[in-house]
């Protein structure tokens, strides 16, 4: 069970959280519960951080960011001592949970989740902080913003977990972001694949390292609400959206509980901005001068255009990158203009990707002919496309976002009907 920052803001929430954790173990499950810091507590502590050295040593800063958790693990134990249970916090050194890679946005290696185990099955529960871990030289590391997730999903996998709940401020997964489109319907469950595609494209449900790693390790994953009764059942008889392997799909299918849809969900990001290199040389070469230093200075590149040549033998390059990028990879284009040989760039940060997603475009053709045709009609125009094999993104002007996510829910029959909403 894996509760996020708003679940764990005070005692109170602590004390529901406790209360869910304790009905859960009393249903007859070894239970093992990973936490986050108490809701802007890791931005407290970063500013510490910054007002203490602007060039802090990342090595020191997990030491103090990584301190949030560890507070509300502690409390968590505590809580549920009180309420009669065996409960105890468990810190990432002591499991240990070893990672590897740079401070501040370390990779789980592995967990020895052997005396962790044992402790549950004398009917303790074990009280993880989320987000940390330990280097091979007995430091303590930080998996990156929203790392908690990540944690949870490689203790399970550690554990050999039936199911890993991620209880957090919404009580699933949602056709599209139900603040925009009151008819947005909860998905009974969503492939790996699909969550990943969601995640990358501005679902904030899950982080996506999180779920590439439940994909990799095979955990099935449920997304709760953790804002329920204190008299609510357990998490068995209180479904949110399961995220399962596409055969666990097939056979949920198979079982009449749901009916698969060629599309599964729209999604929504305004943190992309849109960079334009005029009169580049069509020529061998080029493009990888334009994107290498990006790619150097870990600068994401995501949708990239190439218009047709000019006559004398030039071309544009349109590309997008993440807002907060769009300074620094200004500054490094023209670092590099003589060696790209562009005349000049244009840059907006007016814009957004719409994204829609679904395995079932693997089997079924029309499915970008349906999105391109919806926003045509209502006048949208699209500056940018890029797809995989189970998602389509544009890219449109920002003022327009919600308009185009309500169109297209209409369009590939999302809406709840009105019994439902």
Same mark, same amino acid.
């Given at each position: 069970?894996?509760?996020?920052? #708003?679940?764990?803001?005070?005692?109170?929430? @602590?004390?529901?959280?406790?209360?869910?954790?304790?009905?859960?173990?009393?249903?007859? $499950?070894?239970?093992?519960?990973?936490?986050?810091?108490?809701?802007?507590? &890791?931005?407290?502590?970063?500013?510490?951080?910054?007002?203490?050295?602007? =060039?802090?040593?990342?090595?020191?800063?997990?030491? *103090?960011?990584?301190?949030?958790?560890?507070?509300?693990? /502690?409390?968590?134990?505590?809580?549920?001592?009180?309420?009669?249970c065996?409960?105890?916090?468990?810190?990432?050194?002591?499991?240990? @949970?070893? &990672?590897?890679?740079?401070?501040?946005?370390?990779?789980?290696? &592995?967990?020895?989740?052997?005396?962790?185990?044992?402790?549950?099955d004398?009917g303790?529960?074990?009280?993880?902080?989320?987000?940390?871990?330990?280097?091979?030289?007995?430091?303590?590391?930080?998996?990156?913003?929203?790392?908690?997730?990540?944690?949870?999903v490689?203790?399970?996998?550690a554990?050999?977990?039936?199911?890993?709940?991620?209880?957090?401020?919404?009580?699933?997964v949602?056709?599209? $972001? !139900?603040? @925009?489109?009151?008819?947005?319907?909860?998905?009974?469950a *969503? #492939?790996?694949?699909?969550?990943?595609?969601?995640?990358?494209?501005?679902?904030?449900?899950?982080?996506?390292?999180?779920?590439?790693?439940?994909?990799?390790? /095979?955990?099935?994953?449920?997304?709760?609400?953790?804002?329920?009764?204190?008299?609510s059942?357990?998490?068995?008889?209180?479904?949110? #959206?399961?995220?399962?392997?596409?055969?666990?799909?097939?056979?949920?299918?198979?079982?009449?509980?749901?009916?698969?849809?060629?599309?599964?969900?729209?999604?929504?990001?305004?943190?992309?901005?849109?960079?334009?290199?005029?009169?580049? !040389?069509?020529?061998?070469?080029?493009?990888?001068?334009?994107?290498?230093p990006?790619?150097?200075?870990?600068?994401?590149?995501? =949708?990239?255009?190439?218009?047709?040549?000019?006559?004398?033998?030039?071309?544009?390059?349109?590309? &997008?990158?993440?807002?907060?990028?769009?300074?620094?990879?200004?500054?490094?284009?023209?670092?590099?203009?003589?060696?790209? /040989?562009?005349?000049?760039?244009i840059?907006?940060?007016?814009?957004?990707? @719409?994204?829609?997603?679904?395995?079932?475009?693997?089997?079924?053709?029309?499915?970008?002919?349906?999105?391109?045709?919806?926003?045509?009609?209502?006048?949208?125009?699209?500056?940018?496309?890029?797809?995989?094999?189970?998602?389509?993104?544009?890219?449109?002007?920002?003022?327009?976002?919600?308009?185009?996510?309500?169109?297209?829910?209409?369009?590939?029959?999302?809406?709840?009907?009105?019994?439902?909403?």
């Amino acid at each position: 069970m894996k509760f996020g920052g #708003t679940s764990m803001a005070g005692t109170e929430r @602590i004390r529901r959280v406790a209360n869910i954790v304790r009905r859960q173990q009393a249903a007859g $499950d070894s239970v093992a519960v990973v936490v986050s810091a108490m809701a802007g507590e &890791t931005d407290r502590l970063v500013n510490f951080c910054r007002e203490a050295n602007a =060039m802090y040593d990342p090595a020191e800063y997990d030491v *103090v960011v990584a301190s949030g958790e560890q507070v509300t693990s /502690g409390l968590l134990a505590l809580t549920l001592q009180s309420l009669g249970c065996k409960a105890r916090s468990w810190l990432g050194w002591q499991m240990p @949970i070893a &990672t590897i890679e740079a401070h501040a946005k370390a990779r789980v290696d &592995t967990i020895d989740a052997s005396a962790l185990v044992a402790a549950m099955d004398a009917g303790e529960i074990a009280v993880i902080p989320g987000f940390q871990g330990v280097s091979s030289d007995w430091r303590i590391t930080t998996l990156g913003r929203g790392g908690s997730d990540t944690s949870a999903v490689a203790v399970a996998a550690a554990i050999g977990a039936d199911r890993c709940d991620i209880y957090t401020d919404v009580d699933g997964v949602y056709t599209t $972001d !139900p603040r @925009i489109v009151a008819k947005a319907r909860k998905l009974k469950a *969503v #492939t790996y694949e699909e969550m990943l595609e969601l995640a990358s494209v501005g679902a904030k449900v899950l982080q996506t390292r999180s779920v590439g790693l439940a994909m990799k390790e /095979g955990v099935r994953v449920q997304v709760l609400s953790s804002f329920i009764d204190e008299d609510s059942p357990s998490a068995d008889d209180l479904p949110g #959206t399961m995220i399962v392997s596409e055969a666990e799909m097939e056979q949920i299918l198979e079982d009449g509980e749901m009916e698969r849809q060629h599309v599964t969900g729209i999604a929504h990001d305004k943190n992309e901005a849109k960079i334009i290199l005029t009169r580049v !040389p069509d020529k061998p070469g080029a493009v990888a001068h334009i994107f290498e230093p990006l790619a150097n200075a870990s600068i994401n590149v995501d =949708m990239i255009i190439q218009n047709v040549g000019r006559d004398k033998g030039e071309t544009d390059v349109t590309f &997008t990158v993440p807002q907060t990028d769009l300074a620094r990879a200004q500054a490094l284009l023209e670092d590099q203009r003589s060696a790209i /040989g562009f005349n000049r760039i244009i840059t907006d940060s007016k814009i957004a990707k @719409i994204s829609v997603v679904g395995v079932g475009m693997k089997s079924h053709a029309g499915v970008a002919a349906t999105m391109f045709k919806a926003l045509a009609d209502r006048g949208i125009n699209i500056q940018a496309i890029t797809t995989s094999e189970i998602k389509v993104s544009v890219m449109i002007d920002e003022d327009e976002t919600e308009l185009a996510v309500r169109v297209l829910h209409t369009a590939y029959g999302l809406d709840a009907s009105d019994e439902a909403a």
